[in-house]
Each structure stands twice: as structure tokens, then as C-alpha cells.
């Protein structure tokens, strides 16, 4: 009995740990709404995304941000990714980076675990 | 699923093409904005944002005509897909124009084209290649014409982005199609 109760309980701490960590795989197909304005390797209309995760917001030294992101002081995690896309021009008003938003939580959490795993990726071989 | 692609008669796909697509742009789009010189004085406050959300739009326009001049020149399209992008990369420069002509309007200064853009053209080795790399593109210009329409302070700006994103999304359906994909595979966009 003690044996089945520590086993629902392992299977349920996996569980929440999957969902608190996001799937790679279906943010990897929320990314195409990214494809606008972003790719990881290159900048384009929006700056890449390779090494975004721990990058000071509005550093790429050769892409013409906006003065509010220059200004922001925003620090790329998971955390503030998830604010970011959760409404961008709410939290830095006057961003270049005019897109409502992702206002599902778990798709927002799919994307960010595919740009965690994928910024730092083998495609990402000029990361700054 | 049958495509254009397969029918060996150049003449016969177009018309083939033209008959599924309905790819005509319709000028309602244009009309939306075009003379429209009030505009700027009735946005009043909102038009500075309205500005930064159209030059976004132009921004990724520039680079579409630029990503559709690529394929057209890498000698990997063959007719009717090369007339195909050609008539795509008009539809684009005409939705630069109308945003470049609306910033003005609107007391902004349109971006202008990069002097240089990168794309994976290592990763374009032939037709298939290119109309997938073009697809993603539209793909995306559909979301963030999606994301933008609910921002505008000016609801005829609403509207008009979201008439281009009709146009775009009529672009990455027929592209689709061109691959032998399921042209519209949702019954929403995101």
C-alpha cells in the first residue's frame, strides 16, 4: 500500500514538474508566429533570439532597438519572458514590438521552454 | 491533394491556380486608406503608436519583398510558381506602399528597406525549398498582422491591417497547396 502511494505520488510530482517546465516541442510550433520578425540565428525585422535567455534586453550592439527597450533594464528569463509576451506593449511601452500578446499561459510557457532549449542550440553557433 | 504543381501544361496550372485561388487582390484595401488625409488629426495622441505599429509592419513587408526577390532570382522556381511569387512580392510592395504613404500621414517616418537581409539561402536547394521558406514567412505575417489589429487606437487602421492579413494569409494557403499540404489547416488563425 505504502508502495502504490509513494509511486501516485512520484507520478504526480513528474507531472507538475513537466508542466511547470513546458513542452519544447509545441513551442517549437508556437514559434511560427514569431517568424514575422525573428529567427534564433540572424536578426531580422526583430533581433535574433540565440542567446536571449540571460541577455540584457536591447544589447545586440549592431540592432536598432527601440529607446524604450534600450531603457527597459529588462534582464531575459523565463520570468520576464513570460511577462513580456504575455502583453509587450504593456510592459515596455513604446516597443517596436507591436503584437498583443499570448495571453494562454501554457502556450506562453511551450515557447519559452523552446527558446530555452533552442537559443543555446547548435544553430546558434555566433551567439553574443 | 492535387496541386498545380503536378499538371505539366504551364498554361493549364495557371489557370488552374487562378480559378482556386481567387488571388485577384480586391483595391478595398487600398480604398481603406488611400485619400484618407483626416486621418492624422482624428488619431490625435494614438497616432504616434499607430505610426510605431504600421512601421513594424512595413519593416517585415521590406523584408518579404526582399525574401521574394531571392526566389525569384535563385533560378529554383519554375513557371507557373515563378509568376506566383512575383504576383506575391507585388501584393507585398503594395501593402509597403500603403504603410509607408499612412506613417507619413500619420506624422512618422517610414522605415526604409535594410541595404542588406539574411536568409537561409544555404538552406534553399530547389522549388519545394524556397515555397516552404516563403510559406513560414507568411505564416508568421499572418500572426503579427493578428497581434497588431487589436492595438490600433484607430479602428479604420484595424481594419485595414486586418485586410492584409487576408491577403496574406490567401498566400501561405496557396503556398501550402503549391507543396501538396492541407491549404488550410485550422479553422483559426493564431
Not at chain 2, 491556380?17 to 485577384?24: E, I, Q, T, V
Not at chain 2, 495622441?45 to 521574394?68: P, Q, V, W
Not at chain 2, 497581434?147 to 491577403?167: E, T, W
Request: net charge positive; hydrophobic share 45%.
Amino acid at each position: 500500500m505504502w508502495r502504490s502511494a509513494l509511486t501516485v505520488a512520484l507520478a504526480f510530482v513528474a507531472g507538475a514538474a513537466a508542466g511547470a517546465k513546458g513542452d519544447p516541442a509545441r513551442g517549437e510550433k508556437l514559434y511560427v508566429r514569431c517568424a514575422a520578425c525573428h529567427a534564433l540565428a540572424y536578426d531580422r525585422v526583430g533581433p535574433r533570439h540565440c542567446g536571449l535567455i540571460g541577455r540584457k534586453a536591447g544589447s545586440i550592439a549592431d540592432f536598432d532597438y527601440s529607446p524604450a527597450m534600450k531603457k527597459s533594464g529588462i534582464v531575459w528569463t523565463a520570468n520576464t519572458l513570460d511577462r513580456f509576451l504575455a502583453d509587450p506593449p504593456r510592459l515596455v511601452r513604446g516597443t517596436t514590438m507591436t503584437y498583443a500578446g499570448i495571453s494562454d499561459p501554457k502556450e506562453r510557457k511551450d515557447l519559452i521552454a523552446y527558446l530555452e532549449r533552442n537559443t543555446a542550440s547548435a544553430e546558434c553557433p555566433k551567439a553574443k | 491533394m492535387s496541386s498545380f504543381l503536378t499538371i505539366a501544361n504551364p498554361d493549364a496550372a495557371r489557370r488552374m491556380f487562378l480559378g482556386r485561388s481567387g488571388l485577384l487582390l480586391s483595391g478595398a484595401a487600398v480604398a481603406l486608406l488611400a485619400g484618407r488625409d483626416v486621418l492624422a488629426a482624428k488619431s490625435g495622441g494614438a497616432a504616434a503608436s499607430d505610426a510605431r505599429i504600421l512601421n513594424t509592419a512595413l519593416g517585415a513587408e521590406l523584408e518579404a519583398i526582399a525574401a521574394y526577390q531571392v526566389g525569384a532570382e535563385s533560378g529554383l522556381l519554375q513557371k507557373p510558381v515563378l509568376d506566383l511569387a512575383v504576383q506575391f512580392q507585388g501584393h507585398h510592395k503594395a501593402h509597403a506602399d500603403l504603410l509607408a504613404k499612412t506613417v507619413q500621414k500619420l506624422g512618422g517616418k517610414p522605415v526604409l528597406a535594410k541595404r542588406k537581409y539574411e536568409f537561409p539561402v544555404e538552406a534553399l536547394k530547389n522549388q519545394a525549398d524556397v515555397l516552404q521558406f516563403a510559406a513560414k514567412l507568411e505564416q508568421g505575417a499572418v500572426s503579427a498582422y493578428l497581434g497588431a489589429v487589436p492595438l490600433f487606437g484607430n479602428r479604420d487602421l484595424s481594419k485595414a491591417a486586418a485586410s492584409i492579413l487576408g491577403d496574406e494569409a490567401m498566400h501561405w494557403a496557396i503556398l501550402r497547396n503549391a507543396l501538396g499540404e492541407n491549404p488550410v489547416p485550422d479553422a483559426f488563425m493564431a
